[in-house]
C-alpha cells in the first residue's frame, strides 16, 4: 500500500489549487482576463491573499529568531 497517505493527499489538493492560482495570476495580467467579471477576478485574488498569508503565518516567529541570532539552523 502507501507509505505517506496524509502526504499524497496533500498532493492531491495542492495541484489543482496551484493550477488554479497559476490561472488566476494570467487571468490578472493577460487581456482576456478582462473579459471575466472584475469583482470576481479581486475576490478570488484577495481569498487567494489570505490563504496564503495564513499558510506562512507560523513560520514568522522562526524565520524572525532565526534572522535575529537566537535560533541556529539545526
Do not use: K
Amino acid at each position: 500500500m502507501l507509505d505517506n497517505t496524509p502526504l499524497l493527499v496533500i498532493d492531491v489538493v495542492a495541484t489543482p489549487l496551484c493550477a488554479a492560482a497559476a490561472a488566476l495570476a494570467l487571468a490578472l495580467v493577460r487581456p482576456w482576463g478582462g473579459r471575466l467579471s472584475a469583482r470576481g477576478l479581486l475576490w478570488a485574488a484577495r481569498g487567494t491573499a489570505v490563504v496564503l498569508i495564513v499558510h506562512a503565518a507560523p513560520s514568522v516567529p522562526d524565520r524572525a529568531a532565526l534572522a535575529a541570532g537566537r535560533r541556529s539552523v539545526a
